[in-house]
């Protein structure tokens, strides 16, 4: 079971992925020279805010086969229902 925390995370790396998507497609765009200069200066701040965040990816879960409720994909015991988890494969990284 995901926790509070975490699924505020998770809304603020897509907030944040959005915010960035939109940074650069306004840098591309940026035509004038006060334009680029304004999308420079939103640029450093948005920069360290992101780093300070250090959000990291997305943590790895999976869905208890008793209650399918979702929980972290190294839990041995489901948060939900307490059922042994068998250990996964480790996954793929790409």
């Known amino acids: 079971m995901l926790d509070r925390d975490s699924m505020q995370k998770t809304r603020l790396r897509t907030l944040?992925?959005?915010?960035?998507?939109?940074?650069?497609?306004?840098?591309?765009?940026?035509?004038?020279?006060?334009?680029?200069?304004?999308?420079?200066?939103?640029?450093?701040?948005?920069t360290e805010l992101v780093q300070?965040?250090?959000l990291g990816p997305e943590p790895q879960v999976r869905e208890c086969p008793v209650c399918h409720q979702t929980g972290m994909?190294?839990?041995?015991?489901?948060?939900?229902?307490?059922?042994?988890?068998?250990?996964?494969a480790p996954a793929a990284l790409g």
């Open 16 to 46: 944040v992925g959005l915010v960035d998507r939109q940074v650069a497609r306004s840098s591309e765009q940026a035509s004038t020279p006060p334009g680029r200069v304004a999308l420079g200066e939103l640029m450093e701040p948005w």
């Open 52 to 54: 300070l965040l250090a």
């Open 73 to 88: 994909r190294a839990a041995r015991l489901c948060g939900h229902c307490w059922t042994k988890l068998e250990p996964l």
